[in-house]
């Protein structure tokens, strides 16, 4: 399907003001979205690519080349557009420049580490995962209440949150190990995890999603109440900074500004009224 798009007045001058340009993921549609502005006359861009069931992306801290997570793939862009160049009003032109074929994982969040390797959340196989020759992914990290690395997205791990060049905690939506265990636990089962340790830091949350450590504090979306915020690591709390309209998943941090992506239900696949969010909404 068409996507269409729609912004608020001020949206353009803001990128400018942030010197920023966004990507993000549509899943129903299959679509990797770039927004930035023409460098000719300042004008908002779209662009688009259709990747299957595209999810999560990963950036390199240069800034010159992203990942992102498709069906039954990982895929590399390369900004091919020499610095301090301008091409037809841009200055950078991803174009997809290596793939590893994965299988399907349901690959969510993703992370590009300094020396360019990559780490995913394989929420498929309930693990942490790397790409390697001759085959589908390396395990690296799994929650001490998996048993077996086998697909069935037992607890639905999704969020990862990268410290330096180490993954630091992880989201997953319910402590379960067993066949989709989490789906009943949408409403209070979600639970946020230390890598290091291998133990939980909190519990009782609902649908926890996309931890990131951004200026020394741990923030997070706590999507099945519609709350961004930051985790008191010592009270063990997640402080609610703003409400979400929405079922929010994807975050980046730039500066004093959060970008969230906020969803409507998937058709046939999720309910806001079996959520804390559908009330409150």
Same mark, same amino acid.
């Given at each position: ?29 299959? %679509? ?10 300042? %004008? ?42 301008? $091409? ?8 997809? $420049? ?9 690959? $969510?969040?993703?992370? %590009? ?37 086998? =697909? ?56 926890? $999603? ?34 979400? =309209? ?29 959520? =804390? ?5």
């Amino acid at each position: 399907a068409k996507l269409e798009f729609t912004m608020s007045p001020n949206f353009g001058d803001w990128l400018a003001s942030v010197d920023a340009s966004l990507a993000f993921t549509v899943l129903n549609n299959s %679509t990797l979205v770039f927004v930035g502005r023409s460098l000719d006359d300042d %004008t908002v861009t779209t662009s688009e690519g259709n990747f299957a069931r595209c999810l999560g992306i990963g950036v390199h801290a240069d800034m010159r080349s992203l990942t992102v997570a498709a069906k039954h793939q990982v895929i590399r862009f390369e900004n091919l557009a020499p610095p301090g160049r301008v $091409h037809e009003g841009h200055d950078a032109v991803f174009v997809p $420049h290596r793939a590893w074929i994965t299988g399907y994982l349901d690959t $969510h969040d993703m992370a %590009t580490m300094a020396n360019k390797s990559l780490l995913f959340v394989n929420t498929k196989f309930s693990c942490l995962a790397t790409v390697v020759e001759g085959y589908s992914f390396r395990p690296v990290w799994r929650p001490y209440f998996i048993t077996q690395l086998v =697909p069935e997205d037992r607890c639905h791990l999704n969020g990862m949150a990268i410290d330096g060049d180490r993954p630091r905690f992880v989201t997953a939506v319910s402590e379960t190990d067993t066949l989709e265990g989490w789906r009943p636990h949408l409403s209070d089962g979600g639970l946020l995890i230390d890598v290091d340790a291998n133990v939980p830091i909190l519990k009782g949350l609902s649908m926890p $999603h996309s931890p990131r450590i951004h200026n020394g504090r741990l923030w997070m979306l706590e999507s099945g109440r519609g709350i961004f915020g930051y985790v008191d690591l010592a009270a063990r709390k997640v402080v609610p900074v703003a409400f979400c =309209p929405g079922f929010a998943r994807g975050l980046a941090l730039m500066g004093n500004y959060a970008v969230v992506c906020l969803s409507l239900p998937r058709d046939g696949q999720e309910n806001f009224d079996k959520l =804390p969010l559908g009330e409150i909404l």
